[in-house]
Antibody
């Protein structure tokens, strides 16, 4: 059974840093691209960042570029999101999700339960 | 960047009604369009991939159509368990864009 378990969320002051982790199990982690998607309270889904299976390709949303860093450790079946210079507008539930590559499109197929990040003084 | 719009932003319908949601891309995305259902406090669930393909295990009352820039998502007979927010999502080279969502509830 595919499982994705996020951790590391919490309350942080504006300008602070936080590192999220996502522990993967039930599939060959090193074969899949992964991404982070967030959802501010009462708002819609926003893609944050993606990383290819071997970390060769990394992409960020403009809203987090230069402040967030995605990484992975295939030996530990883990995905990370280092978040620096946090702002109030970064407050959200952060989901990690596996990326399924179809014949044409791709999509997040399995999602974790999410971890809440609150940026407030 | 490709932008996604959805309409309506919310709707109320009766059990058994046919419900239709539209999604429009700011440029041609072929059929690279997926639909998700999200219930409160839960992670999104994939319903439709590549515009019209039903994900395994998803009830057949859900369907999708379209290509290019205009897409449609339909629930043929609304059920109480379908109360949720529905999102379209496009893919472009390992980047993803979600539509703003359509909240569906029972009248």
């Amino acid at each position: 059974e595919v499982q994705l378990v996020e951790s590391g969320g919490g309350l942080v002051k504006p300008g602070g840093s936080l590192r999220l982790s996502c522990a993967a199990s039930g599939f060959t982690f090193s074969s899949y691209s992964m991404n982070w998607v967030r959802q501010a309270p009462g708002k819609g889904l926003e893609w944050v960042s993606s990383i290819s299976s071997s970390s060769s390709y990394i992409y960020y949303a403009d809203s987090v570029k230069g402040r967030f860093t995605i990484s992975r450790d295939n030996a530990k079946n883990s995905l990370y999101l280092q978040m620096n210079s946090l702002r109030a507008e970064d407050t959200a539930v952060y989901y990690c999700a596996r990326v399924w590559v179809g014949s044409g499109s791709s999509w997040p197929d399995y999602w974790g339960q999410g971890t809440l990040v609150t940026v407030s003084s | 960047d490709i932008q996604m719009t959805q309409s309506p932003s919310s709707l109320s319908a009766s059990v058994g009604d046919r419900v239709t949601i539209t999604c429009q891309a700011s440029q041609d995305i072929s059929n690279y369009l997926n639909w998700y259902q999200q219930k409160p406090g839960k992670a999104p669930k994939l319903l439709i991939y590549d515009a019209s393909n039903l994900e395994t295990g998803v009830p057949s009352r859900f369907s999708g159509s379209g290509s290019g820039t205009d897409f449609t998502f339909t629930i043929s007979s609304l059920q109480p368990e379908d109360i949720a927010t529905y999102y379209c999502q496009q893919y472009d080279n390992l980047t993803f864009t979600f539509g703003p969502g359509t909240k569906v509830d029972i009248k």
